[in-house]
């Protein structure tokens, strides 16, 4: 886009002169297809290669027109020019460079992943009118360019941890060559890091068959079932419950920033200061939305800055304080879970079965009185036959407690 005036643009050219080349440089916005047009005027193509592209990333809900416009507008606009500018030429290739956003998908670059996707769509739509078309879907380059670099140790980290590895100028080299006169419209380009991805929490759809159907087991902090954690805090104490969320913090922290581990992650350290940007802390919001089943803000990084005080947080929506006092369902269920356990311990004591059996009893009939249940004859007769492991079933499937 500066001809010229771009960095390394004499090395090049005399680089390609020395090979035998004829060079002309000209610097030109290809969206712009008067500009375009003239540029071409008295040239016979042969071959176009288009690598132009510019990044705005940002959350979806902060992406203005303008910002999705500015990114669409060297890779849509212009390849729709270079398609239809060049249909007299005889054309050996049509090279477009696409990104592996537009095929797995790039946290805060939707606007990128669309552009490329229509990159993808014109190369098919090329090769089925019998034109030369070819859209490579790149990955991660190690060399950094004017659009990566910006980026910072954090990002890299997170790129690293989501199974694309980088690629090194000679390898990006060897599968432009490939892909050049690879049969398919559009190629994925790129280096997978697979003991990575198989670490990865969130693997693409399109690769999920590289990563073996039984996954590892993960830290319990992050892989714990919502539905029972308001109920596994209330049984507790109140040191328990401050060290389980503040770990729970941590380890999707640590996954966002793409650490293999929670000692990188400060407990009493701010999010910023710890690499945090708009984009990660919506991650670390949706992530612990998610082990948490309550609904968090988008700004809960920011509302509440370190590991520590988030986990506090955390704790007063999950383990209210009439839970603490002894109150509610929770600490109910939770006590009964607890039973559980211990009444598998003692399930061949016929005794002590038929004392729970009759105790139960009586709770049900207080129960009736209280909210007005029924219980029929038939359970009836399940709580006083049954023995440990039944009733904890009849516990699981009859009883509504909620």
């Known amino acids: 886009r500066r001809g010229a005036q771009a960095p390394g643009a004499t090395e090049l050219v ?42 705005d990333d940002g959350l979806l809900v902060s992406m203005t027109p303008e910002r999705l416009a500015a990114v669409l507008r060297p890779k849509v606009d212009a390849v729709i020019n270079l398609h239809e500018l060049t249909a007299g030429h005889d054309l050996s290739e049509f090279v477009m460079f696409s990104s592996a956003s537009a095929v797995l998908g790039a946290a805060g670059q939707g606007n990128y992943a669309a552009a490329n996707a229509f990159l993808d769509g014109l190369a098919q739509h090329r090769k089925t009118h019998g034109l030369p078309a070819t859209a490579v879907a790149w990955g991660f380059w190690e060399q950094r360019s004017g659009m990566t670099g910006h980026l910072g140790v954090t990002d890299m980290r997170r790129i690293n941890a989501s199974g694309l590895a980088l690629l090194s100028s000679e390898e990006g080299l060897g599968l432009f060559d490939l892909a050049r006169f690879a049969e398919p419209a559009y190629v994925l380009a790129a280096r997978l890091d697979i003991a990575a991805l198989r670490r990865a929490d969130d693997i693409p759809p399109l690769l999920s068959g590289l990563v073996p159907a039984s996954a590892p087991v993960r830290n319990t902090a992050a892989t714990t079932e919502t539905g029972g954690l308001a109920r596994r805090l209330v049984s507790m104490t109140d040191e328990q419950r401050t060290t389980f969320l503040t770990d729970l913090v941590r380890t999707h922290a640590a996954a966002v920033l793409g650490l293999s581990g929670t000692s990188g992650v400060d407990a009493n350290q701010a999010f910023k200061e710890a690499g945090f940007d708009s984009l990660t802390a919506v991650e670390l919001r949706n992530r612990l939305t998610t082990a948490t089943g309550v609904r968090l803000p988008a700004t809960l990084v920011f509302d509440h800055p370190t590991p520590t005080v988030l986990a506090g947080h955390l704790r007063a929506q999950l383990a209210p304080q009439e839970a603490h006092e002894g109150g509610g369902a929770d600490r109910l269920l939770a006590q009964l879970e607890q039973m559980q356990a211990d009444m598998f311990k003692v399930s061949h004591d016929k005794a002590l079965n038929r004392e729970i059996s009759t105790r139960l009893q009586t709770m049900l009939s207080a129960l009736n009185a209280d909210v007005g249940a029924t219980v029929t004859d038939g359970m009836t007769d399940k709580v006083m036959t049954a023995d440990a492991e039944n009733l904890l079933r009849f516990i699981d499937n009859e009883i509504d407690l909620s």
Not at 34 to 54: D, E, N
């Open 14 to 55: 005399a680089e390609l002169e020395e090979l035998g080349a004829k060079v002309t440089l000209k610097a030109c916005d290809i969206a712009d297809r008067a500009a375009l047009a003239g540029v071409l005027a008295g040239h016979t193509l042969t071959a176009v290669i288009h690598t132009a592209g510019i990044l």
